[in-house]
């Protein structure tokens, strides 16, 4: 008997040192078209995870993303887009509706990604890994456009608001100190 119970803490330690390594990089998702990916693809990059909304007061700041995202692409920063509804239903358009406004309305050019519950019981994963509990800072997302920076190695580095404008010297600052 003590043998199984030592076998099992063993086995559960195991599981749990895994589920540690597990990086954001390794957490499944789809693209905006609906093609299994991974945040994987930007490994060794710096990323600004941020749930967006095409019908919100801050949807603006789509035009400061793409900034960031062209002062910084060829230094290894990607925006990370992932639409989301949650938030006064802001963004209830379809997978193609969505794309045809980024583009024509703001020439996205960064990865958008699936329309994400990032809170509540259906929270994705990667908003699990982002804001859940164990996460370096925890607390449910509250509006669109809440952004995360993340470090090339998958670990979250700092957390902005929604009010927090793309190209403030706060969040460029943050980047540039992530891709040194």
Same mark, same amino acid.
């Given at each position: 008997m003590k #043998?199984?119970?030592? /076998?099992? @803490?063993?086995? !559960? @330690?195991?599981l749990t040192a895994i589920a540690e390594e597990k990086s954001l990089h390794d957490l499944p998702i789809h693209? @905006?078209? $609906?093609? +299994? !990916? /991974?945040? $994987? +693809?930007? &490994?060794g990059k710096v990323m600004l995870v941020v749930n967006v909304a095409s019908r919100c007061g801050y949807t603006p700041q789509y035009k400061g993303l793409e900034a960031l995202y062209q002062k910084f692409k060829d230094q290894g920063l990607v925006v990370c887009g992932f639409p989301c509804n949650q938030f006064g239903r802001q963004e209830p358009g379809t997978a193609s509706e969505i794309r045809e406004f980024c583009s024509t309305t703001y020439n996205v050019s960064f990865p958008m990604y699936e329309k994400v519950d990032v809170k509540g019981a259906n929270q994705h994963p990667i908003y699990s890994a982002l804001s859940g509990k164990d996460a370096p800072f925890p607390g449910d997302v509250r509006w669109n456009f809440g952004k995360f920076l993340?470090? &090339?190695? $998958? &670990?979250? @580095? &700092? #957390?902005? $608001? /929604?009010?927090t404008d793309p190209m403030s010297k706060e969040l460029t600052a943050a980047v540039e100190q992530a891709l040194n």
């Amino acid at each position: 008997m003590k #043998r199984f119970f030592q /076998s099992t @803490l063993i086995f !559960a @330690l195991t599981l749990t040192a895994i589920a540690e390594e597990k990086s954001l990089h390794d957490l499944p998702i789809h693209t @905006l078209e $609906g093609e +299994a !990916a /991974s945040l $994987g +693809a930007h &490994k060794g990059k710096v990323m600004l995870v941020v749930n967006v909304a095409s019908r919100c007061g801050y949807t603006p700041q789509y035009k400061g993303l793409e900034a960031l995202y062209q002062k910084f692409k060829d230094q290894g920063l990607v925006v990370c887009g992932f639409p989301c509804n949650q938030f006064g239903r802001q963004e209830p358009g379809t997978a193609s509706e969505i794309r045809e406004f980024c583009s024509t309305t703001y020439n996205v050019s960064f990865p958008m990604y699936e329309k994400v519950d990032v809170k509540g019981a259906n929270q994705h994963p990667i908003y699990s890994a982002l804001s859940g509990k164990d996460a370096p800072f925890p607390g449910d997302v509250r509006w669109n456009f809440g952004k995360f920076l993340v470090s &090339k190695d $998958g &670990k979250v @580095l &700092k #957390r902005f $608001g /929604s009010s927090t404008d793309p190209m403030s010297k706060e969040l460029t600052a943050a980047v540039e100190q992530a891709l040194n």
